[in-house]
């Protein structure tokens, strides 16, 4: 049998992940109103001063996203690990790196829709501005979304083998994102209020920076994760 290509079996497990996702939505549900609700208990919880509600809506939206990544990356690995179906993917001759790209990208494009849904309930809570162009919103949001996915779904598949997984995969993924967290809220926050100094490139190229490094470790690591 002739072995795929690497990006022939990403695309193929890729679209796998999209269509159990479209097929069964709840763990997009969940997303959603998990989400959601944190926004709710961030804007309630800071009382009335819009001022400071606006100054900190980069942050609300990335905690956000932070929290609700949480259970997107736990659920990623599920239904192989009940089916047994990442030994079977192991056993058809595909490159196994394309399972870490797959799983990836498939929590990058789920986080980054939750992200582009989440700037309008921003606008209407706390009342914030895109001063800057939607693209550099979207572009800050993809490599943030993209940040958070590659040692998200690494340390998914290790997570996925311990008891519990639902406080080990927090506690090793919280620390490593911090970098990428306070780079991507300080970019949204200039595209909501403006980058006189000429601060967003900066910012992009911290992202871009983890990005590149994580995924090339995640690439380079995840199947030494699958086997052991």
Same mark, same amino acid.
């Given at each position: 049998m002739r072995?795929?290509?690497?990006?022939a079996s990403t695309w193929v497990l890729f679209w796998k992940d999209l269509l159990l996702e479209w097929r069964s939505r709840a763990r997009v549900n969940a997303l959603v109103f998990f989400s959601l609700a944190t926004l709710l208990l961030f804007s309630f919880a800071l009382g009335p001063d819009t001022a400071l509600l606006r100054r900190n809506a980069g942050g609300y939206l990335w905690l956000a996203l932070l929290l609700s990544?949480?259970?997107?990356?736990?659920?990623?690995?599920?239904?192989?690990?009940?089916?047994?179906s990442l030994e079977?993917?192991?056993l058809v001759p595909v490159d196994t790196r394309s399972?870490?790209?797959?799983?990836?990208?498939?929590?990058?494009? $789920?986080?980054?829709? !939750?992200?582009?849904? +989440?700037? %309008?309930? @921003? #606008? &209407?809570?706390l009342d914030v501005r895109i001063?800057?162009?939607?693209?550099?919103?979207?572009?800050?949001?993809?490599l943030g979304c993209l940040a958070i996915a590659a040692p998200g779904t690494l340390y998914g598949a290790i997570a996925?083998?311990?008891?519990?997984?639902?406080?080990? $995969?927090?506690?090793? !993924?919280?620390?490593? +994102?911090? %970098?990428? @967290? #306070? &780079?991507?809220?300080?970019?949204t926050a200039l595209v909501f209020e403006g980058d006189p100094m000429t601060q967003f490139p900066s910012w992009i190229a911290?992202?871009?920076?983890?990005?590149?490094?994580?995924?090339?470790?995640?690439?380079v690591l995840f199947p030494r994760v699958v086997e052991e």
């Amino acid at each position: 049998m002739r072995r795929p290509g690497l990006l022939a079996s990403t695309w193929v497990l890729f679209w796998k992940d999209l269509l159990l996702e479209w097929r069964s939505r709840a763990r997009v549900n969940a997303l959603v109103f998990f989400s959601l609700a944190t926004l709710l208990l961030f804007s309630f919880a800071l009382g009335p001063d819009t001022a400071l509600l606006r100054r900190n809506a980069g942050g609300y939206l990335w905690l956000a996203l932070l929290l609700s990544s949480v259970l997107a990356l736990g659920e990623s690995f599920r239904v192989e690990r009940e089916n047994s179906s990442l030994e079977g993917l192991r056993l058809v001759p595909v490159d196994t790196r394309s399972i870490f790209l797959a799983k990836g990208i498939a929590n990058a494009v $789920l986080l980054a829709a !939750l992200g582009v849904l +989440l700037v %309008p309930v @921003l #606008v &209407a809570l706390l009342d914030v501005r895109i001063v800057l162009s939607w693209g550099r919103l979207v572009t800050i949001i993809a490599l943030g979304c993209l940040a958070i996915a590659a040692p998200g779904t690494l340390y998914g598949a290790i997570a996925s083998h311990a008891r519990a997984r639902d406080v080990l $995969l927090p506690l090793l !993924l919280f620390p490593i +994102l911090i %970098p990428a @967290l #306070v &780079a991507a809220a300080k970019g949204t926050a200039l595209v909501f209020e403006g980058d006189p100094m000429t601060q967003f490139p900066s910012w992009i190229a911290l992202l871009g920076s983890f990005d590149l490094l994580y995924w090339g470790l995640g690439f380079v690591l995840f199947p030494r994760v699958v086997e052991e």
